[in-house]
C-alpha cells in the first residue's frame, strides 16, 4: 500500500509540475505570437475602433452603395480593385462600392498594395509579421509574402514603413467585412520600376487572388478643379493609358499601385469599371480644398493565361538587352562602339535561347515623345535577335515617313522593342460587333482589304483611345477611307505585345 500511495503521490507531483510548464510555456508562446501581429494604428482616427460601431458603419456604407447601378461584363470574373484609403467619413461611401462586387470567401489571398505616404524608400516594402490586426480580427500573411521578401533587388523590409502606413490598414476592414477569410500579401510602394514590381509580383497570382491598388485621387483643390482633374485621371484609367498617367503629377497618390495594376490589366487583359466616383466635397468636407476617391473594379477571363503567349514571355532584364541590342546596332552604323564591358555583358544576356525563338518584332525610335521612326515584322519568321537588329537600321534609315537618322540625333533617340505574338483572325458580324471586341490597350490591330494593309501596336491606343478613332486613323495609314471599317469588308486580325521602354 505503501509504494501505491508513493508513486500516486509521484503521478501527482508530475502532473502539477507538467500543467505548470504547459502554462507557462503557452503563455509564453501567446506572448510571442502576439509581437508578430501588426496592431490596428489608425483606429479610433480614421476609422471607428470597437468592433460594433466598424460593423455598423460599413454596413450603412454599403447599404449606401447597393443604390448604384453600374453595368459588368457578363462571362468576366473579378481580378482587380482600385479603393481610397482616407477616413471612412470621406472616402467610405466610395470604398464600400466593392460591396457591390465582392462577397464572401470569393478570393482566399489579397495582394494589398499601397502607397508609402510616412518613410520615404524606393521599390517595395514588405511586412516581417505574421498577421494584421484591425478591430474586426485577425488577418494572417499569406505564405506568399516569402516569396516577395526573397526578392531583394526590388523589395525590403522596412518596420517604420510596417508599423506606421495607414493606406493598407484602412482598406482592410472593407475587406474583411465583405470576403470574411483570406490572407494578405501587404505592399507598401514607394518611386519604383512598374515592369520589375509587376514580373516579381505576376508569378503568384492566380485564380484565387484579388489585386487591391489603395489610392486617393487628387488633393486639395477646389471642388470644380477636383472633378475635372480626376474625370482626367479616371479615363487615363478606364483607356489604360499608362504612359500618360505615369507623366501625371498629383494625380493620386497611390500612383505606383495603380500603375501596377494597369500594367497586370494590359499583360492579362483585364478591363476595368468605374464603380463610383465622389471627393471630400461631396461628403464630409468643404469645397474649398478637396480630395477625390474612386473605386473602379478589373475584370478578366477565369484563367491567368497572358495575353502574351507564355513561350514569347520575356522578363525586364532580357527586353532591357534586346532595347541595347537595337542601340548597339544602330551605333555600329554609325561607326560608334558601345563600351566593352556594356558590349561583353550584353553579349552574355543575348546567349539565352529564349532569344532565338521566332517571333514578329517592332523597334520605335522617338525624340522628345515623338514619333522619329517605327518599323516590324508581324510574321514570326526570324528569331528575335534577327528581326530586332534588321528592324532597328530600317526603324532608324528607312522609315518613309522620315528622313534617315543621322549620327547627332542618336543620344536623343529613346528606344522601344515589341515582341509580338503570332496575329490571329478576328471574326466579327458588323461595325458594332467589331468595336465590341477590340480590347483597348491591349490588342495590336491589322487591317486588309485587298493589297491595302496597315497596322497599329497596342501602344497607339494611348494616343487613340476611342476605338471609332483608332480604326478610322489605322484605315488612313492604309490609304483606305476612313470610314472603311463601318462597312464591313475589312480582314481584321489582332495580336499582343511585350514592349520595353529604354532605361535611363
Same mark, same amino acid.
Given at each position: 500500500?505503501?509504494?501505491?500511495?508513493?508513486?500516486?503521490?509521484?503521478?501527482?507531483?508530475?502532473?502539477?509540475?507538467?500543467?505548470?510548464?504547459?502554462?507557462?510555456?503557452?503563455?509564453?508562446?501567446?506572448?510571442?505570437?502576439?509581437?508578430?501581429?501588426?496592431?490596428?494604428?489608425?483606429?479610433?482616427?480614421?476609422?471607428?475602433?470597437?468592433?460594433?460601431?466598424?460593423?455598423?458603419?460599413?454596413?450603412?456604407?454599403?447599404?449606401?452603395?447597393?443604390?448604384?447601378?453600374?453595368?459588368?461584363?457578363?462571362?468576366?470574373?473579378?481580378?482587380?480593385?482600385?479603393?481610397?484609403?482616407?477616413?471612412?467619413?470621406?472616402?467610405?461611401?466610395?470604398?464600400?462600392?466593392?460591396?457591390?462586387?465582392?462577397?464572401?470567401?470569393?478570393?482566399?489571398?489579397?495582394?494589398?498594395?499601397?502607397?508609402?505616404?510616412?518613410?520615404? #524608400?524606393?521599390?517595395?516594402?514588405?511586412?516581417?509579421?505574421?498577421?494584421?490586426?484591425?478591430?474586426?480580427?485577425?488577418?494572417?500573411?499569406?505564405?506568399?509574402?516569402?516569396?516577395?521578401?526573397?526578392?531583394?533587388?526590388?523589395?525590403?523590409?522596412?518596420?517604420?514603413?510596417?508599423?506606421?502606413?495607414?493606406?493598407?490598414?484602412?482598406?482592410?476592414?472593407?475587406?474583411?467585412?465583405?470576403?470574411?477569410?483570406?490572407?494578405?500579401?501587404?505592399?507598401?510602394?514607394?518611386?519604383?520600376?512598374?515592369?520589375?514590381?509587376?514580373?516579381?509580383? &505576376?508569378?503568384?497570382?492566380?485564380?484565387?487572388?484579388?489585386?487591391?491598388?489603395?489610392?486617393?485621387?487628387?488633393?486639395?483643390?477646389?471642388?470644380?478643379?477636383?472633378?475635372?482633374?480626376?474625370?482626367?485621371?479616371?479615363?487615363?484609367?478606364?483607356?489604360?493609358?499608362?504612359?500618360?498617367?505615369?507623366?501625371?503629377?498629383?494625380?493620386?497618390?497611390?500612383?505606383?499601385?495603380?500603375?501596377?495594376?494597369?500594367?497586370?490589366?494590359?499583360?492579362?487583359?483585364?478591363?476595368?469599371?468605374?464603380?463610383?466616383?465622389?471627393?471630400?466635397?461631396?461628403?464630409?468636407?468643404?469645397?474649398?480644398?478637396?480630395?477625390?476617391?474612386?473605386?473602379?473594379?478589373?475584370?478578366?477571363?477565369?484563367?491567368?493565361?497572358?495575353?502574351?503567349?507564355?513561350?514569347?514571355?520575356?522578363?525586364?532584364?532580357?527586353?532591357?538587352?534586346?532595347?541595347?541590342?537595337?542601340?548597339?546596332?544602330?551605333?555600329?552604323?554609325?561607326?560608334?562602339?558601345?563600351?566593352?564591358?556594356?558590349?561583353?555583358?550584353?553579349?552574355?544576356?543575348?546567349?539565352?535561347?529564349?532569344?532565338?525563338?521566332?517571333?514578329?518584332?517592332?523597334?520605335?525610335?522617338?525624340?522628345?515623345?515623338?514619333?522619329?521612326?517605327?518599323?516590324?515584322?508581324?510574321?514570326?519568321?526570324?528569331?528575335?535577335?534577327?528581326?530586332?537588329?534588321?528592324?532597328?537600321?530600317?526603324?532608324?534609315?528607312? &522609315?518613309?515617313?522620315?528622313?534617315?537618322?543621322?549620327?547627332?540625333?542618336?543620344?536623343?533617340?529613346?528606344?522601344?522593342?515589341?515582341?509580338?505574338?503570332?496575329?490571329?483572325?478576328?471574326?466579327?458580324? &458588323?461595325?458594332?460587333?467589331?468595336?465590341?471586341?477590340?480590347?483597348?490597350?491591349? &490588342?495590336?490591330?491589322?487591317?486588309?482589304?485587298?493589297?491595302?494593309?496597315?497596322? #497599329?501596336?497596342?501602344?497607339?491606343?494611348?494616343?487613340?483611345?476611342?476605338?471609332?478613332?483608332?480604326?478610322?486613323?489605322?484605315?488612313?495609314?492604309?490609304?483606305?477611307?476612313?470610314?472603311?471599317?463601318?462597312?464591313?469588308?475589312?480582314?481584321?486580325?489582332?495580336?499582343?505585345?511585350?514592349?520595353?521602354?529604354?532605361?535611363?
Amino acid at each position: 500500500m505503501g509504494n501505491i500511495r508513493f508513486r500516486e503521490f509521484c503521478l501527482a507531483l508530475f502532473l502539477m509540475f507538467f500543467t505548470t510548464f504547459c502554462l507557462v510555456f503557452f503563455h509564453s508562446v501567446k506572448q510571442a505570437d502576439a509581437t508578430d501581429i501588426r496592431k490596428p494604428v489608425w483606429a479610433g482616427s480614421f476609422y471607428p475602433a470597437s468592433k460594433p460601431e466598424l460593423e455598423k458603419t460599413i454596413y450603412q456604407l454599403s447599404l449606401h452603395a447597393k443604390q448604384t447601378k453600374v453595368q459588368f461584363q457578363s462571362g468576366k470574373i473579378l481580378k482587380a480593385l482600385i479603393l481610397p484609403h482616407a477616413g471612412y467619413i470621406y472616402s467610405g461611401l466610395t470604398a464600400a462600392h466593392a460591396s457591390l462586387v465582392l462577397k464572401e470567401k470569393q478570393f482566399s489571398k489579397v495582394v494589398l498594395l499601397g502607397p508609402d505616404h510616412r518613410v520615404g #524608400f524606393r521599390n517595395g516594402s514588405i511586412s516581417d509579421y505574421k498577421a494584421y490586426q484591425t478591430p474586426l480580427g485577425i488577418i494572417e500573411l499569406h505564405e506568399d509574402n516569402e516569396i516577395l521578401r526573397l526578392q531583394s533587388d526590388v523589395f525590403q523590409t522596412i518596420p517604420a514603413s510596417d508599423m506606421s502606413e495607414h493606406s493598407l490598414e484602412v482598406i482592410l476592414p472593407f475587406l474583411q467585412s465583405y470576403l470574411k477569410e483570406f490572407k494578405i500579401v501587404p505592399v507598401v510602394l514607394g518611386p519604383c520600376h512598374i515592369v520589375r514590381i509587376t514580373d516579381a509580383i &505576376d508569378p503568384i497570382l492566380d485564380q484565387n487572388t484579388l489585386v487591391v491598388a489603395s489610392s486617393d485621387l487628387s488633393h486639395y483643390l477646389s471642388y470644380a478643379e477636383a472633378v475635372a482633374k480626376d474625370k482626367k485621371t479616371i479615363n487615363m484609367i478606364l483607356n489604360l493609358e499608362h504612359s500618360k498617367l505615369s507623366k501625371c503629377s498629383d494625380c493620386a497618390c497611390g500612383k505606383m499601385p495603380i500603375l501596377i495594376v494597369m500594367e497586370m490589366a494590359r499583360r492579362h487583359g483585364w478591363q476595368p469599371v468605374l464603380l463610383h466616383y465622389s471627393n471630400s466635397g461631396d461628403t464630409a468636407g468643404g469645397k474649398t480644398q478637396v480630395v477625390g476617391y474612386a473605386a473602379i473594379a478589373f475584370y478578366g477571363d477565369l484563367s491567368m493565361k497572358k495575353t502574351n503567349d507564355s513561350s514569347q514571355h520575356f522578363n525586364q532584364k532580357q527586353g532591357q538587352a534586346l532595347v541595347k541590342l537595337a542601340r548597339k546596332t544602330i551605333m555600329e552604323r554609325f561607326g560608334q562602339k558601345m563600351a566593352e564591358h556594356e558590349s561583353d555583358s550584353l553579349s552574355s544576356v543575348l546567349k539565352d535561347r529564349c532569344f532565338h525563338k521566332c517571333c514578329g518584332t517592332f523597334v520605335t525610335l522617338k525624340i522628345n515623345d515623338q514619333l522619329r521612326g517605327c518599323i516590324g515584322n508581324l510574321t514570326a519568321n526570324e528569331s528575335v535577335l534577327e528581326g530586332v537588329r534588321r528592324n532597328a537600321i530600317n526603324a532608324a534609315f528607312h &522609315d518613309p515617313r522620315f528622313s534617315p537618322l543621322i549620327a547627332k540625333e542618336l543620344e536623343n533617340v529613346d528606344i522601344e522593342v515589341s515582341i509580338l505574338t503570332e496575329p490571329k483572325l478576328l471574326e466579327y458580324r &458588323d461595325s458594332s460587333d467589331l468595336l465590341s471586341k477590340l480590347r483597348v490597350n491591349v &490588342d495590336g490591330v491589322i487591317i486588309r482589304k485587298g493589297s491595302a494593309s496597315a497596322t #497599329f501596336l497596342p501602344q497607339v491606343w494611348e494616343q487613340l483611345p476611342k476605338p471609332e478613332e483608332f480604326l478610322a486613323h489605322l484605315c488612313m495609314k492604309a490609304d483606305l477611307p476612313a470610314n472603311t471599317w463601318k462597312k464591313g469588308a475589312l480582314e481584321v486580325k489582332t495580336y499582343q505585345v511585350q514592349y520595353f521602354d529604354e532605361e535611363k
